[in-house]
């Protein structure tokens, strides 16, 4: 089936700009999680969505950055006020629900940002 | 909350040479511990994991140990070929389904043939 997906793979903006990043998960799948890939950096988790439940925001940077998930699908992860720091790949993935054993998280192809 | 290390950063071999990398962690709950390969490009994607109540797992030419006593655990590629060139994400997590995977920053392994 139909693996994560993610739009867009490629977004410029100018400083002080806000953008939205899209991730569509894994048909099925409950559990949604952000990740940001910086260069030279480890995969540094931003936030998770479980179902309807209040979400973890425990890994957010700012107050800049927000995501929502309507429906218990889709993700959207908005930074407002963009800084240059914020440039990085934007990483979405999706697993089982919370409950069971840890197992893989898939990932989609990520959203690469650039703040100029 | 939990901090992974992992080392080294870049690795360089020739094929058919072993490969190993090495990660720490913190925090003593963690109990599941997944090994992500990222190929040049591509999303990164599980190889193999392991859980606290088995101290190595293989599977092929692939292998992980854990010592929980000291906190660290390490993957074993044997007999490296180029197409294992990538770079490798060592990770730590309770094992719930649902719970973040705290990373490490990665090793980028060169097999030159």
């Known amino acids: 089936g139909a693996g994560v997906s993610q739009s867009p793979s490629n977004k410029v903006t100018e400083k002080g700009k806000d953008v939205e990043l899209r991730c569509d998960p894994i048909?099925?799948?409950?559990?949604l999680y952000w990740y940001r890939q910086s260069l030279g950096q480890g995969l540094e988790f931003l936030i998770y969505?479980?179902?309807?439940?209040?979400?973890?925001k425990s890994g957010l940077p700012s107050d800049r950055f927000s995501a929502e998930r309507t429906g218990g699908s889709v993700s959207t992860l908005t930074i407002q006020r963009t800084q240059q720091e914020d440039s990085a790949v934007y990483l979405c993935?999706?697993?089982?629900?919370?409950?069971?054993?840890?197992?893989?998280?898939?990932f989609g192809p990520g959203t690469r940002l650039t703040v100029t | 909350g939990e901090n992974v290390e992992q080392h080294p950063s870049t690795l360089s071999v020739q094929e058919g040479d072993s490969a190993v990398i090495k990660c720490t962690y913190s925090?003593?709950?963690?109990?599941?511990f997944p090994w992500y390969k990222q190929e040049l490009g591509k999303r990164p994607q599980l190889i193999i994991d392991?859980?606290?109540?088995?101290g190595e797992k293989k599977d092929q030419r692939i292998a992980v140990t854990l010592n929980k006593t000291a906190k660290h655990f390490s993957l074993h590629i044997t007999e490296t070929q180029p197409e294992d060139s990538a770079v490798y994400f060592c990770?730590?997590?309770?094992?719930?389904?649902?719970?973040?995977?705290?990373f490490g920053k990665g090793t980028t392994l060169s097999v030159s043939s």
């Open positions: 993935a999706s697993g089982l629900p919370a409950g069971r054993p840890q197992g893989e998280q898939y």
């Open positions: 048909s099925g799948h409950t559990a």
């Open positions: 969505f479980q179902g309807n439940s209040a979400p973890d």
């Open positions: 925090d003593s709950a963690s109990n599941y």
């Open positions: 392991i859980r606290s109540n088995v």
């Open positions: 990770a730590a997590s309770i094992d719930q389904a649902g719970t973040a995977l705290i």
